[in-house]
């Protein structure tokens, strides 16, 4: 079995690399990195980047996970390939591009590009934000699924993930302690669903309601909170229809021996227990 350790690194590709880099750093509030006249980077910790935009197609995205190391990395090809899926290791100018030290890229099953790396470089200073958002890190990402069943047993038997709580078909899966670090949501295609950035409380998740309502930035959902992990959250639209979110609060899970999965039913409540109203696709049906 693959052992993921974190979640790495989100990459996206772009029409208008100028305005989504714009978009990350004066709305999202990250940091840039570096930039090429192709590949912008950015920062949300003390990792050397959390997410790339790539002058490319926007439907183009790929995740990031870090395994322990080279011998892991191996392991885990065989694991994929073993599974009848595509995988190959990225080359030395494409780690270079990712600032790894080697890396193989997959597709699960449902046609969602992830890497598996090791040797991710971090920063070495401190996170300076553009502006305070009060960002203390990427958390999480949702992935599109076009067979949650299928896709959850990939994800628990393979990649080691453990279901915390499922929303009718969809689940949240952690890979350590935090309550999920990917969420499987039912579509017709692959793609990332959203990106999440913690906070550091609540009042940052209020600010941000403010700050993005006077700069009429699309708000789909929140603020509110949910009642799986118990984060309060607000998600909102970036470049090329990408969601991202904002939450603060979220549970943990430290005893793996007696805890147990919960089923929701796929409505409203069960994505947000103050009464807010999705206006996700994903969301909004199963």
């Known amino acids: 079995m693959i052992n993921l350790h974190d979640i790495r690194y989100v990459r996206l590709g ?20 570096r930039r090429t006249e192709a590949v912008a980077y950015f920062r949300s910790d003390s990792r050397d980047h959390t997410l790339v935009y790539f002058d ?17 990395l191996a392991a885990a090809a065989d694991e994929i390939d073993g599974q009848n899926l595509p995988v190959r290791a990225g080359t030395r100018d494409e780690c270079e591009l990712r600032h790894v030290a080697q890396f193989v890229h997959f597709t699960d099953p449902s046609g969602n590009g992830i890497d598996l790396v090791v040797g991710a470089s971090d920063a ?17 990402i949702g992935l599109r699924t076009t067979d949650a069943a299928r896709d959850e047993a990939f994800w628990t038997r393979v990649c080691s993930a453990r279901v915390s709580d499922r ?8 890979i350590d302690a935090v309550h999920h670090k990917i969420a499987l949501f039912p579509s017709t295609h ?16 209020m600010r941000a309601y ?8 699309r708000i789909v959902f929140g603020p509110g909170r949910h009642p799986t992990s118990s984060a309060i959250f607000l998600y909102y639209e970036g470049p090329d229809g990408m969601i991202y979110e904002y939450s603060t609060g979220v ?9 147990q999965p919960r089923q929701f039913p796929f409505a409203p409540a069960s994505f947000c227990m103050w009464g807010s109203l999705p206006d996700i696709p994903e969301f909004r049906k199963g």
Request: proline content about 5%; charged content about 20%.
């Open 210 to 217: 403010y700050f993005l309502r006077e700069r009429s930035v």
């Open 56 to 72: 490319g197609d926007p439907s183009d995205h790929t995740t990031a996970f870090d395994v322990t190391d080279a011998d892991a």
């Open 167 to 174: 929303i009718g078909a969809a689940p949240l899966l952690r």
């Open 124 to 140: 070495g200073t401190p996170f300076a934000p553009p502006r305070d958002a009060g960002i203390t890190g990427f958390s999480h």
């Open 14 to 33: 772009t029409r208008d690399l100028a305005g989504a880099a714009r978009y990350a750093t004066s709305i999202l509030g990250l940091a840039e990195a």
């Open 251 to 259: 549970r943990t899970i430290d005893d793996e021996t007696t805890y």
């Open 190 to 205: 692959a793609g990332v669903q959203h990106i999440n950035h913690q906070v550091a409380g609540i009042d940052d998740v």
